[in-house]
């Protein structure tokens, strides 16, 4: 059986608390492959700071090394919000087995989510500790010790908390753009 864990986001900025994940997603025998794929444009906002293929880059780049992880362009080529299910069906039609990563500061908005009740009975959910947030039991639970924002990265960006081979790019990319 092919299963891999589809780990998806925004990531902008990517930061070590995105790559202490898939590091311990890498590491459950269970899953056979990470699939990082970043949004073109996430469903739940209206604008990004770096560019979709700038993002891309990026993952690509810190990821490049790590075996097992496939930096995925779907969303991206898309270039429009692209709801879960529609990349978890794409997804079904190479691999057995989905497992979504999500963190914890999305169960509550899970039923929001554009046809739940499908998604849910495709995959199943993996979610990542943040903030304190209790996880319910019928979840995996995949414990972080990264307590990071992107959001916050943006407003006041802080090269520590930026991948070492990037850090640099990054760091200058949202010095350059104002990030907010």
């Given at each position: 059986?092919?299963?891999?864990?589809?780990?998806?986001?925004?990531?902008?900025?990517?930061?070590?608390?995105?790559?202490?994940?898939?590091?311990?997603?890498?590491?459950?025998?269970?899953?056979?492959?990470?699939?990082?794929?970043?949004?073109?444009?996430?469903?739940?906002?209206?604008?990004?700071?770096?560019?979709?293929?700038?993002?891309?880059?990026?993952?690509?780049?810190?990821?490049?090394?790590?075996?097992n992880v496939t930096i995925s362009s779907y969303e991206v080529d898309l270039k429009k919000k692209v709801p879960t299910i529609e990349t978890v069906k794409h997804l079904l039609k190479s691999y057995d087995k989905v497992y979504l990563v999500i963190g914890a500061d999305n169960v509550k908005s899970l039923p929001t989510w554009y046809k739940f009740?499908?998604?849910?009975?495709?995959?199943?959910?993996?979610?990542?500790?943040?903030?304190?947030?209790?996880?319910?039991?019928?979840?995996?639970?995949?414990?972080?010790?990264?307590?990071?924002?992107?959001?916050?990265?943006?407003?006041?960006?802080?090269?520590?908390?930026?991948?070492?081979?990037?850090?640099?790019?990054?760091?200058?990319?949202?010095?350059?753009?104002?990030?907010?």
């Amino acid at each position: 059986m092919k299963t891999i864990a589809l780990y998806g986001g925004s990531f902008d900025p990517p930061h070590l608390a995105h790559e202490a994940i898939v590091k311990a997603l890498s590491k459950l025998d269970f899953i056979d492959k990470v699939v990082v794929m970043p949004t073109f444009l996430n469903p739940f906002k209206e604008t990004f700071t770096a560019p979709a293929l700038l993002r891309l880059a990026w993952l690509k780049e810190i990821f490049s090394s790590y075996k097992n992880v496939t930096i995925s362009s779907y969303e991206v080529d898309l270039k429009k919000k692209v709801p879960t299910i529609e990349t978890v069906k794409h997804l079904l039609k190479s691999y057995d087995k989905v497992y979504l990563v999500i963190g914890a500061d999305n169960v509550k908005s899970l039923p929001t989510w554009y046809k739940f009740d499908e998604l849910k009975k495709l995959v199943t959910f993996i979610v990542v500790t943040r903030d304190m947030i209790e996880i319910p039991k019928n979840f995996i639970h995949l414990d972080i010790n990264e307590d990071i924002s992107s959001s916050i990265l943006r407003q006041k960006i802080n090269g520590s908390k930026i991948p070492k081979k990037v850090r640099n790019k990054i760091t200058q990319y949202y010095k350059e753009h104002n990030a907010r």
